[in-house]
């Protein structure tokens, strides 16, 4: 599906005078007034060592308040430092995960005096990988949700390596003269245990997370739409490819411009997102296509028409008379459910008609159609986008993914559709017509076609491939009728025409997903990101999910990376 390193980065230089913080490039002075209000410098990309960042996309260059030069910045300057790794926190079916020793991820302190469980003062490295076993620890306790937290949350098995990792480090050194380059890193997710992005942007099988089962959730849920939903449907998923959350912070001490400034990057990927639904109105689809393709008949007249219109055919056709001629149409309604309705990589909508569930792509979707492993789109969001909301949907949506979800259904019934034309014989000395393949091989040319008068045959030539495109398109225009005209048909697509507009409903006013969510930036942050502190703490996660006013309910950070706040030792 979706690949990997396509992370959106916001680098900064950041001061602070207690004013708001906005995503930037700023340095600053002994004098406030005096600092100049932006500096553009290279991306921190080149700095990554071993990271995987096969196609750098924008950093983004804001004004942000300055910080005013401190005297204990010098070439040796050192500090009391320290990053946070968390896979998950927040609060999840009544379960709040920050007090929960079992997912409380790592703090890496590098602080004078020591801190506890540190390395030393000078630096501390700290990782942990969150394992299944300690989500199946954890117990939900809220309305009708109780039994272990991975009932709802279901991290994919046999993960590959890093994919759940939690790495921090701190340091003592501000980058000056004597230290070119002395980050702090915290990350989560698809990070190595060097503190990258683990992950390659050409890798065509990208690992999964995992689920979380919102059906679960909204059940316990209230808001517009939401009690109409779940009557809908019998269960929702959010399919989670990997993620990972990355933070890095310099405090950089400059004596020979007199600046001190902080350098804050940070990145996030996101595999991909897909919503699973399952419904009885995909069922009722079956049950309508079940209904109306045996019915499927070509008219012999228009047949016959088709073929008078070969000068060629003239003998054979009175040799044998109108009467004759058969025509028969017959669907493999059995092979309709065979595949997933279209059986391709990345549809904003694909229907498996055998599983009774609809997936759409959420990058696909919001984002437009791209081929590859990645979708662009997905990796490219500013800090604290919402899905649904800051990236909208297209006009008509649900209309044009059901018309959509019909033109890959005709394009289905192409190779199930089988077409035989015959008339009198076409053994050793007959006479007759025969023409027989797939409405594809109709319409393409390929049909296979033989014609004897007396046993003698009758070469079309360049004749017959528009013979056959007509019959096919003669098959193909009676098959678009009947399924237009069917009632039971068109009943069971406004159905589902209808569970797609009460879900985007749902998901633009009261599930909130929010990619590259971040404390301290730009966009609509969600509250949880709010109130964190202390203020000069910089947080990212990957994807933020939330109920909107219910936030026991879900409230939920994945692959959260944290950094500073940074402070000179006394």
């Known amino acids: ?9 916001a680098e900064l230089l950041i001061g602070f005078h207690g004013g708001a913080v906005e995503r930037g490039l700023v340095s600053s002075s002994a004098s406030v007034e005096s600092a100049p209000q932006r500096r553009i410098r290279p991306s921190r990309r080149a700095v990554v060592k071993g990271a995987a960042w096969a196609a750098p996309v924008a950093a983004f260059s804001v004004g942000a308040p300055a910080l005013a030069f401190s005297p204990s910045c010098t070439d ?30 790592v703090h890496a302190q590098a602080f004078d005096p020591i ?18 076993e300690a989500l199946s620890a954890i117990n939900l306790n809220l309305g009708g949700l109780s039994g272990a937290l991975t009932t709802i949350l279901d991290f994919a098995t046999a993960q590959d390596a890093g994919v759940l990792n939690e790495y921090a480090y701190a340091n003592e050194n501000a980058q000056s003269a004597n230290n070119p380059d002395a ?6 997710g698809a990070v190595g245990n060097d503190g990258t992005i683990a992950l390659s942007v050409d ?11 919102l059906y679960s959730i909204l059940e316990q849920a209230t808001g517009p739409g939401v009690a109409q939903l779940v009557d809908l449907i019998a269960g929702l998923n959010l399919d989670i490819g990997a993620v990972a959350g990355l933070a890095r912070l310099d405090y950089v001490c400059d004596t020979s411009r007199g600046v001190t400034e902080e350098t804050v990057d940070r990145d996030y990927l996101l595999a991909y997102l897909n919503l699973i639904i399952e419904s009885n109105l995909v069922g009722d689809l079956v049950s309508a296509l079940n209904e109306v393709l045996p019915d499927l008949t070509i008219s012999t007249d228009a047949v016959w028409d088709l073929l008078q219109g070969v000068p060629l055919l003239g003998g054979l056709l009175s040799a044998l008379g109108k009467g004759a001629l058969e025509v028969t149409a ?17 549809a904003a909508l694909q229907a498996d008609l055998a599983a009774g569930t609809i997936t759409i792509d959420v990058a696909s979707l919001l984002g437009g159609a791209y081929t590859g492993a990645i979708s662009p789109f997905l990796n490219e969001l500013s800090p604290n986008t919402r899905l649904f909301v800051d990236a909208p949907l297209p006009t008509n949506a649900a209309a044009s ?29 007959g006479t007759g017509l025969l023409i027989e393949g797939s409405l594809r091989d109709f319409l393409e040319g390929d049909a296979t076609a033989v014609f004897r008068l007396l046993g003698i045959p009758v070469n079309l030539g360049a004749l017959l491939n528009p013979l056959l495109g007509g019959i096919g398109d003669l098959v193909e225009t009676t098959l678009d009728t009947l399924l237009n005209d069917s009632g039971v048909l068109q009943t069971a697509l406004t159905g589902i025409n209808g569970l797609l507009s009460v879900l985007f409903d749902v998901l633009s006013g009261v599930l909130a997903l929010t990619v590259n969510a971040q404390n301290n930036a730009s966009g609509s942050m969600p509250d949880y990101y709010e109130a964190i502190t202390p203020e000069r703490r910089y947080d990212v996660s990957a994807l933020h999910l939330e109920v909107l006013g219910m936030l026991d309910l879900l409230n939920l950070a994945v692959a959260r990376g944290s950094v500073g706040q940074n402070d000179f030792r006394a």
Do not use: C, H, W, Y
């Not at 599906?1 to 980065?9: D, H, I, P, Q, T």
């Not at 017959?330 to 990345?346: E, G, K, M, R, Y």
């Open 1 to 9: 599906m979706l690949g990997f390193s396509l992370l959106v980065e």
């Open 76 to 105: 040796d300057a050192l500090l009391d430092s320290q990053a946070r790794a968390r896979m998950l926190s927040g609060q999840i079916g009544g379960a709040d995960l920050d007090v929960i020793a079992e997912v409380n991820g």
């Open 115 to 132: 801190a506890d469980g540190a390395d030393s003062i000078s630096q501390d490295l700290k990782t942990n990988p969150l394992t299944v």
């Open 183 to 188: 980050p702090e890193v915290g990350g989560a």
């Open 203 to 213: 890798d065509p099988n990208p690992p999964a997370l995992g689920t979380i089962n």
């Open 330 to 346: 017959t669907v493999d309604v059995s092979q309709l459910t065979a595949l997933p309705i279209p059986n391709s990589d990345n």
């Open 401 to 429: 993914l059901v018309d959509t979800l019909v033109d890959d259904l005709l394009e289905r019934l192409k190779d199930l559709v089988s077409v035989t034309v015959r008339a009198g014989g076409v053994g050793i000395g």
